[in-house]
Every structure is written in C-alpha cells, then in structure tokens.
DNA sequence: ACACACATCGTTTTT
DNA sequence: CGATGTGTGT
C-alpha cells in the first residue's frame, strides 16, 4: 500500500484524490507533475482498475516508459500499461487492427517525413507549371499543419505561408494527389495515424468500443497538443468523461507542430463540469534560478498569471558571460565544465542547451579534443541516418511491395537509374503477380539503367532468400549487410567501418521483434537517437555521461548544472520563428523552458561575434530585457567601463579580467550594450 | 536518360 | 557549409 499522504503534498494529494470526471491540471515547472500522473495511475490501480483500461498518453516515448517504470516502482509489481504512449503510438496500435475499415491493410507502412517529402516531391512535379513553386519540404510542412490544425489548406496557406497564395489551386491539387498515392501504397504519415484514428473513431460500433474500455484517461504536456489530438481524446472520453489533463501553458513551445494553447485555455467551456488544479511549488531549482525564470516569462503578454514558489532558496545566482566568440565561448564551458566535475558534480548532472541543433559543434569539438564523453539529444535521429535508411528501404519493399518511397530511396541509388527508369520500374511492380517475377523486369530497361537493376537484384536476392517463417528481423538486417550493400558502404564512405557497427546495433534491436511489419513501425516512430559514438555503450556506462540538448529535446528534464549557449542575437529567438505570429512569445517560453531545467547552477553564454553565415551575434534581446539584479553580471559590467578602440574598422575590447581582447564587427551589439 | 560539375539558396524546433 | 537545383556533356 502506498502512503499518499506523506509522499506528496496537499495540491499533488488533491488531484490524486478528485481527480475523476475532466480535470484541467495546470502544473508549473519543477512542479512535481510526473509524480502526479505516476501517482494518480498507481492510486487507480491499488483501487483496482485494471490497467487495459487506462489510456496514458505522453509527448514522447520515452516519457512514456520513465511513467511505466515509476508506476511499477510504486506499485512493487510488473504490471504493463499496455495502453500507454504518445499519441502516434497509440493511434498506430488501434489502426494495425481496424484499419480495414477506412480501406487499408494492417500491415501499412508508416512513412518517415523524408519518404512523405520524396513523394510530395513526385506529385509536385506532375502539377507544377512554374518555376517558383513551394519545395517539397514547404509543400508538405503546409499540408501537415493544416491537417493538424484542422484547418484547409486555402485558410493555412493564407495565415501561414502568404507567399504562395497564388498557387493555392496547385497546391491543393498536390494534396489530392499525395493522398491518393499513399493511400495506393498502403503506406501512411505521421498525420494519417492521427487523421485516420480520428476517422476510425466516427465509426460507432469502435468508437464505443474504445470509449468504454478507456475508463481512465491521462494526458501530459497538453499545452503542446494539438486540435485533432484534443478532439481524439474528446472521442475516447465519451463515455466515462474521466479526462484528466496536466500540462503549463509556459512550456508551450511547439506552435510549429500546430500545437494549440486554448486546448488548455477553452478546457472550461468545453467541459464545463471541469475542476481545476494548480501546482505551484517548484521542488526543483534554486529561488534565484526560479525568479530569473520568472522575470523572463513576465514580458509574455498571452498568459496565466502564477507564482511559483521555490522550496530550496539561499542558491546562487545564474552568470552571464560574454565570449569573444563561438570558439572561445565553447573553450569556456569546457573550462567549466571540467571545474564542476572536479568539484565533485557527476557529469550526467550537468547539460548544455542550444536553441538549434547545429549551434553545438564548436562545443562538440572542443570536447572532443578535451576528451569528454558526451550523450546528444536532437538532431539527426539514428533512424534517420543515410544508411540506416537504406537498408530499412529494403526491408519495406519486402514487406509492402508497393512502397514507392523506398522503392526511389534503393533504386535511385544504383548507378543507371534515373528519376525516368526508376518511375518505369515503380510503375511494372505494381502489377507484378509474385514477387519472384521480379527478376524479369530488368528487360524493360535499356542497358544501363538494367545494369543498375541487376546491382540491386543482387542485394534483393540475398534478402528474399533470408525471408522464411524461422528468421527474425534481426537475420533480415544482416543479410543486408553480407550482401553488396557492404561494398558500396566501402566505396562510398570513409567512415564506413562506423556505419557496418551502426548496422550490428539495428540488426540487434530489430530482433527484439517478431515480425517485420511491427520492427518496421517501432524504427520509423522511435525518438531513439544517437550519435555514432553514443549507441555502443551500455545504459549504465550512457547515464554517466555529459549531455547536449535542444531545448526542445531538454523538455521534461533536469540536472544540477545547466548551460544555456549562444542566447545571442540572430540565434535564439530565432528570427524566422520570431516573425510568426506570437512567435516572439513562443521564443521566450522557450528560454523559460531552459532556465527552469537547471536545480543549482545556471549559466548563460553569448558570442560577440560569429563565423556563421549572415548572424551578427552579441546578447539576444530576452537578455536586454532582464532584471540586472538578478543575475551574477559582473563580467558583463566590466564591459561598460571599458574604452572602444574603432582601428582598422573593428572594435576592440580589452576586458579588465580576462586576458583575452575582445573583437567586435560594428554593428548591433553596441546599442544593445548600452541598454545594458 | 543520366552523370557530373557548378551555382545558388537558405539555415528551427519533432512525432 | 550543405543540401538542392541548373546546365552541360556523354
């Protein structure tokens, strides 16, 4: 039996205990939020709820498996969740059963957003009649948006991508054919499980169905869903109405992805018997942490008034330092770094945070040549490296032969082929009766382009004879890799040893499962990422290390040590997000998000200047903004007192404690200094 | 019809 | 600087 009493306080304790019927939870960061939710699955449990009747849905997966796991912990027994996961996931697990109803099979093929790009890219090309027309990438980020915003595509193009209003037509035109092709393939995106989930569920007989076995729903991060996630969960709440959603509406920071804030902010009217919950004592960060979070968020007009409440007070203030520049700045956090460690804080206490994925290489390098080792999150997904997608390409012809988006990927690889004979080959598989004849297809092509098919026959051959009922997934994947796909590896790479390992690492995991179609699925909605260096290791050795993090990756997390780099003009708020509507706010909740990651140490860096492309660097404007009583700025003092010497059209800075002169192309940062 | 060399364009965040 | 598109030559 668990003492909920003692283990959690009176606002946690409240939610907990009343928390049936549709209750809105709005949990301030550091809140204790996971614990809520964690709490509340193992009070419905210890109160016998069996758990296939409780849907828990998180923003990633990970998420997902840390709530099962402390579910369990509390609970002292191995009870799964079946029913637990991210929206994609769940949608994905209803659809392998009762897709049949809206025409599909069940073994469909999920497609990743480089295979809907390369096939929006084919419908592009059959309708675009002139030059300037959206890329494929813009094409499809306006048709996911409007999907997901439940909006069409004339108003999304109209309220977010202006530009092309003119070819609203064409575009729309694209849109049809795209659907048609996926639908012709079997294959869905990432917002077809959602669409075709929230279609499914029109049908009465299943959505009854669901809506009676869901007696319990817990959503978390609902300040970052989106309209047709809301109007699912409101599906599969019909009945029982035991809704309970948590999530703070100043961590809301996936606009892009059409996240919507009045999912939170309309909770009342839409349910109008709703309760509502506040969490506002903060158990995680420092006071002085927390009131830097706080002034930050203060300049956001669009939102609820709080007053999160640290526990722990008598820390020390958050630093700010200016660097010369980005290598310099990265010189310096490895400095830091180093002292913290020597200091006695574990380095996986330690994270440093960046707006975009590319702002971390100057610091990469500079920790690589330090020697620390270092887990990375965001970027490039392991499932989304080149050859990892090739060689799940060739399992997804083998499990759905109509697969145009891997068919391109392998075909238009092989020396020969060309946009032109990979289309003619597209097109004759699809009438083919067996996939033995495959082999006779070459003799529709001319000489080269048959060259070329034969090459790929001769991986595909190794592959068909590994398909039999005795071998996993896992013996799919190395079959692959005994086949010439080895020696284009060799040819093409330097680094092609690295890549061989990274494919052992996915035969391995793809024998985790049973069959093809369900390895398939896991790999294209696996958040699961790394960089080279970090899929070797075992957990434990992983959870010892430094981490580097988006900040959208750092959601949910937190360490002693936090690092914020490069909060410098041009960088973060990234202008082109900046520009969107309300995106100056989205920018700033952003910042918000990463200060309140850190427990006791927080500090923030910017470069003078920067090599990167059109960037003028200096401080970002949310730090002009800021309350100078509340951050240790007595680096950033040292610069006002300092003369400018404007030789050889730079200005050069000496600073009074560093040894370092500081160089600046004139430009914005002066001014902005003189805000300071 | 393709390959290959050269130019140009824009560069966020993720299931 | 890297991915993507254009132009030319085979």
Redesign the pocket.
């Known amino acids: 039996m668990i003492n909920f009493e003692q283990e959690l306080n009176e606002e946690q304790l409240a939610v907990i205990k009343n928390g049936d019927g549709p209750c809105l939870v709005l949990a301030g960061a550091g809140s204790g939020k996971t614990r809520t939710i964690t709490y509340r699955v193992a009070y419905l449990l210890e109160k016998g709820i069996p758990p296939e009747n409780i849907l828990l849905v998180t923003?990633?997966?990970r998420a997902a498996h840390e709530m099962i796991e402390r579910v369990q912990t509390l609970t002292g027994t191995e009870l799964p969740l079946p029913w637990s996961g991210?929206?994609?996931?769940i949608a994905n697990k209803i659809l392998r059963q009762y897709s049949t109803h809206l025409g599909y099979k069940n073994s469909f093929t999920v497609l990743d957003?480089d295979d809907s790009q390369a096939l929006i890219k084919l419908c592009i090309k059959e309708f675009k009649t002139t030059?300037r027309f959206p890329?494929?990438?813009v094409v499809n980020a306006i048709i996911s948006f409007s999907r997901n915003s439940q909006k069409d595509i004339e108003t999304t193009i109209e309220e977010k991508f202006s530009a092309w209003w003119h070819l609203s037509r064409t575009i729309r035109d694209v849109y049809s054919r795209y659907e048609q092709k996926k639908k012709e393939g079997n294959v869905m995106d990432?917002d077809d499980l959602l669409i075709n989930l929230g279609l499914l569920l029109n049908i009465p007989a299943i959505q009854e169905k669901f809506s009676n076995q869901f007696r319990y729903i817990l959503v978390d991060e609902y300040q970052d869903t989106n309209k047709l996630q809301a109007s699912i969960i409101n599906s599969l709440a019909k009945i029982h109405r035991n809704i309970l959603v948590v999530g703070d509406d100043a961590q809301s920071?996936?606009s892009?992805?059409a996240a919507d804030i009045k999912n939170i902010l309309n909770f009342e009217e839409k349910y109008p018997e709703a309760k509502i919950f506040r969490l506002e004592t903060n158990y995680r960060s420092h006071q002085e942490i927390l009131s830097l979070a706080n002034d930050v968020i203060s300049n956001n007009r669009h939102q609820y008034p709080k007053q999160l409440k640290a526990i722990k007070i008598d820390g020390i203030k958050p630093n700010l330092y200016p660097k010369n520049d980005q290598s310099d700045e990265a010189e310096f956090i490895v400095k830091q770094i180093k002292d913290l460690i020597e200091k006695g804080t574990d380095a996986h206490q330690i994270a440093i945070l960046f707006?975009?994925?590319?702002h971390s290489q100057m610091l990469e390098m500079e920790l690589a040549k330090a020697g620390i080792l270092y887990d990375y999150r965001?970027?490039l997904?392991f499932f989304d490296r080149a050859h990892i997608k090739d060689v799940l390409s060739y399992l997804r012809i083998l499990n759905n032969l109509a697969d145009t988006a891997a068919w391109l990927r392998v075909l238009l690889r092989?020396?020969?082929?060309?946009?032109?004979?990979?289309n003619k080959i597209i097109t004759a598989v699809q009438k083919l009766e067996k996939i033995e004849d495959l082999k006779q297809l070459g003799e529709i092509l001319?000489g080269?382009?048959q060259l070329?098919f034969n090459n790929f026959l001769k991986i595909f051959e190794v592959l068909l004879e590994a398909y039999i009922p005795e071998n996993n997934p896992g013996d799919l994947v190395d079959a692959i890799v005994n086949s010439r796909y080895s020696d284009y590896l060799a040819t093409e790479y330097t680094d092609s040893e690295e890549r061989k390992k990274d494919l052992e690492q996915m035969a391995i995991f793809a024998a985790k499962h049973q069959n093809l179609t369900g390895f398939l699925t896991e790999a294209s909605?696996q958040?699961s990422f790394a960089k080279p260096a970090a899929i070797n290791l075992k957990p434990a050795e992983q959870q010892k290390r430094l981490v580097l993090s988006?900040i959208?990756?750092a959601k949910g997390l937190e360490w002693e040590a936090v690092f914020i780099i490069n909060v410098a003009n041009d960088a973060f708020p990234?202008s082109?997000?900046a520009s969107?509507p309300n995106g100056l706010e989205e920018e700033r909740r952003l910042l918000y998000v990463a200060i309140t990651r850190a427990k006791k140490h927080l500090t923030l860096t910017y470069p003078m200047s920067t090599e990167s492309?059109?960037a003028t660097a200096g401080p970002s404007i949310f730090l002009t903004e800021i309350n100078q009583d509340l951050i240790d700025d007595h680096h950033l003092l040292s610069y006002k007192s300092t003369v400018f010497d404007r030789s050889d059209n730079e200005i050069q800075y000496i600073p009074e404690e560093d040894d370092r002169p500081i160089k600046i192309k004139p430009g914005s940062f002066l001014r902005d200094l003189d805000d300071l």
Do not use: C, M, V
């Open positions: 923003f990633t997966n991210t929206f994609h996931h957003a030059d890329s494929a990438k990432f920071i996936y892009f992805r707006r975009a994925a590319h965001g970027g997904r092989e020396e020969g082929i060309g946009p032109t004979a990979a001319g080269k382009a070329g909605l958040e988006t959208h990756q990234n082109r997000s969107e492309w059109g």
